[in-house]
């Protein structure tokens, strides 16, 4: 793999993820080919619907900042796969309580070289752990502990948060408690790679 196609996907994340934190919803579509797939907990489908749906969520009050950082990328010809390390950091109610909402993930996507440069095929999150805290660490977090004992280990947090301004999180993303599902996305992205 050149250095150029290394530099440039790795920018590509990077852009990708730093479009959707300040509102650059074209930005956001502009980084992904048409024809790409975005997946996280609480949303799969197009690009532009997902900009369409980000910009919904904002009118919930939360907001979310995401960290990047690749890590890898491997290339075939003009498919390539891209792998970072990141984290979202979100400020949000729970009932009446200010918390923050710290998850740790990787993200993982496919990525093919147009005519215009690299663009993103697939974005897919792989989720490690999450947690809320308190703003003001006197007071308790009302969880509904019923509705948080039903979700993922990997990504409960998220998805209570999530499901709370109505959108349920998907239970079948790879994460850290599901390894299977987290090879299963390796594989199908490796035979993908290879044509």
Known sequence: MAD?????????????????????WEGL?????????????????SPREFAERSRGLLSTGSRGVH?????????????????????????????????????????????????????????????NKDRFDAVDTSRAIPLDRELLASLRPSYRHLGYMTASHGNPADQELPGLDRPEL???????ADAWLAG
């Open 29 to 45: 579509v502009a980084a992904y080919h048409p024809d790409a797939r975005v997946r996280v907990t609480w949303f799969e489908g």
């Open 67 to 127: 960290e990047i950082a690749p890590v890898w990328a491997r290339v075939a010809g003009d498919r390539a796969l891209v792998e970072s390390t990141g984290g979202i950091s979100a400020r949000t109610l729970v009932g009446d309580v200010e918390c923050d909402l710290t998850v740790w993930c990787r993200w993982f996507s496919r990525a093919v070289r147009t005519g215009a440069g690299w663009r993103l095929m697939s974005f897919d999150g792989i989720y």
């Open 4 to 24: 150029d196609d290394r530099d440039e996907l790795f920018a590509l994340v990077r852009r990708e993820r730093f479009a959707r934190d300040v509102d650059d």
């Open 182 to 188: 987290v090879a299963e996305l390796y594989a199908q």
